[in-house]
Nanobody, 120 residues
Framework: QVQPVESGGGLVQPGGSLRLSCAAS????????RGWYRQTPGKPRELVAS???????NYADSVKGRFTISRDNAKNTVYVQMNSLTPEDTAVYYC??????????????WGQGTQVTVSS
């Protein structure tokens, strides 16, 4: 079973930057896409950014121009570089992998989440 594991969260001042990483262990036949979501208490989980198998990217309007998603296929890792952070970016950030296993079935696996807090 594939298990994504996030890292890189923490406390940062407004205007600062963080880079989140998500590495997935396990065997994957083919990846459909990978993405980052975030969630704050009392609100639904929302898409931050995603990157397809072909490399095309998609961003939430609230992070366009500030966040950049990228990947390293050799390391089976996806990143999100977050710049110009504001307190509104404070949330738990989750990584998600959508992929096809060697058994031919499609799977969606979430990481455990990493806290990002933007505060002075």
């Amino acid at each position: 079973q594939v298990q994504p594991v996030e890292s890189g969260g923490g406390l940062v001042q407004p205007g600062g930057s963080l880079r989140l990483s998500c590495a997935a262990s396990g065997r994957i036949f083919s990846i459909s896409d990978r993405g980052w979501y975030r969630q704050t208490p009392g609100k639904p989980r929302e898409l931050v950014a995603s990157i397809s198998a072909s490399g095309s990217t998609n961003y939430a309007d609230s992070v366009k121009g500030r966040f950049t998603i990228s990947r390293d296929n050799a390391k089976n890792t996806v990143y999100v570089q977050m710049n110009s952070l504001t307190p509104e970016d404070t949330a738990v950030y989750y990584c998600v992998y959508r992929y096809t296993g060697f058994d031919g079935y499609e799977y969606v696996h979430w990481g455990q989440g990493t806290q990002v807090t933007v505060s002075s």
